[in-house]
């Protein structure tokens, strides 16, 4: 016969509603009782009825994570964490794509909206006015994006891009380029803002060049504008463009650092893999994805309220795609 909760109850000598908590509410538990409880009914077998506590508590335990293209390198560290964190809570997460269409996206917060006790968005492309429209359907974690008045977990891309600037500076590059991201990007927006701050400051010069798709093949497609604009370094918004690029720069003879340095942002495994390997701007995924469970599980009531807005830190990754200028742009 099945286990019951009354059973779990029983071998652990304490009332069935404090079995009931341990898995709807566990934060109201005593975490010493909360341990043994958890442990008998992993002894016993026991596994809840996920449809019945959802009709007692209004949560169904799930949690939707919407990405915006699920083949981009930078997410799946992303969905690990996320997965991994949501599940020691009791909690699934449904993963889904949106290929960077925003119609696409509100479709899927509709659906998720029925489902699940909250979405986490991940660099969303829906405008704001859209965001807060959605946001009375369910609660939302925005990611490496701001939303006034939601919890969003954002990471310092303005720190990574000034870091990026000022180490081609520092290596004596004058003339840069900027390869942008797609326009709906936030993300894009922060990094040439900051870049081209930090280019004044050196006494550089920086040309914005996009916008552009966020893929290698965008980044491929930009090298003859790179070339155009005769400079000697330059910053992608991602590193899939910088991998993009660099293959670009090779077809046409141009040698990487030698001719031009590049530097990317997120430190995918394939940035690592490219020859010359390539400087980036690490992204701290893997925290983002463990916070935005965390911060979520604070609006649907799961755990105590935190922070609404977490700033986490960038890195600036020095491998072999930067190098001092040989020449000056003509």
Known sequence: MAVTIRDVARACGVHVSTVSRTFSAPHLVNPETRTRVLAEAERLGYRPNRAARALTTGRTHNIGLIVADIANPFFPPLIKAAQAHARLRDYHVFVADTDEDPRV??????????????????????????????????????????????????????????????????????EL????????????????????RAAAEAGARLTALGPNAPTEQGGLLAAPEVLAADVTGVLAYNDLMAIGLLEGLEERGVAVPGDVSVVGFDDIMQGRLARPKLTTVAMPTVAAGRTAVDMLLQQVGAEEAGPAVTSLQTTLVVRESTAAPARLPQ
């Open 177 to 196: 380029a900027l390869l942008t991201g797609p326009s709906g990007s936030w993300n894009s927006g922060l990094i040439q803002d900051a870049a081209e």
């Open 105 to 174: 996206e509100e479709e899927l917060i509709q659906t998720f909206s029925k489902q699940v006790d909250g979405v986490l968005l991940c660099s969303p492309r829906l405008s704001n006015r859209a965001i807060d429209r959605l946001r009375r359907d369910v609660p939302f974690v925005v990611v490496n994006r701001p939303v006034r008045g939601l919890p969003a977990v954002l990471m310092d891309v303005a720190e990574g891009a000034r870091q990026a600037v000022g180490h081609l500076t520092s290596l004596g590059h004058r």
